[in-house]
């Protein structure tokens, strides 16, 4: 594992904060943001706190993809700026896209903490464009850059959970 160049941690920072922020921070709040000052001026209930564990959930798996993207795959989360090594370790033995997960994860919990149709209808769409950025970009493009090796690692190990 090669250490991590400050120009690849301040890459990294840039593109966590353009993606993953813009489509699991941003956009949400637009969606719900009168929502958000009602229930925060009120005491949380069962559901907001479940939709805090799940958020949680979600931020850690995202770190610790961004972490392994950066330290064993030498690249960041983004497609304009990919990995230059296949990451397989930690959480990517029991998921290929764990951090897709994380990002569901993310919105989900945003969605059980401030319920509202548009957030969940906004959900089901990023779940629904991701999928098919995975199936039609990304997994031809691991396919290219890593031949067999990425090919053994579909046999092993499942797209999602």
């Known amino acids: 594992m090669k250490p991590v160049t400050s120009s690849l941690l ?14 699991t921070g941003l956009i949400p709040y637009l969606l719900v943001r009168n929502k958000v000052k009602i229930l925060f001026s009120n005491p949380f209930e069962f559901q907001q706190y479940l939709g805090v ?3 949680l959930l979600g931020i850690i798996i995202l770190f ?13 989360i983004s497609p304009a700026d990919p990995t230059k090594r296949l990451v397989i370790k ?13 990002v569901m994860l993310i919105l989900i919990g945003e969605a059980v903490f401030c319920p509202s149709v548009a957030l969940w209808l906004y959900t089901i769409s990023v779940f629904i464009a ?31 959970i």
Do not use: K
């Open 130 to 160: 991701v999928s098919l950025f995975v199936i039609t970009h990304e997994e031809p493009r691991l396919r290219n850059d890593f031949g067999e090796d990425y090919e053994a690692y579909c046999r092993r190990v499942r797209r999602w």
């Open 53 to 55: 564990l799940i958020w």
């Open 64 to 76: 610790h993809c961004i972490i392994r993207f950066a330290t064993e795959g030498q690249g960041t």
């Open 10 to 23: 301040l890459r990294n920072l840039f593109f966590t904060l353009l993606q993953p922020g813009i489509v």
């Open 90 to 102: 930690g959480l990517y033995r029991f998921s290929r896209n764990p951090m897709y997960v994380g």
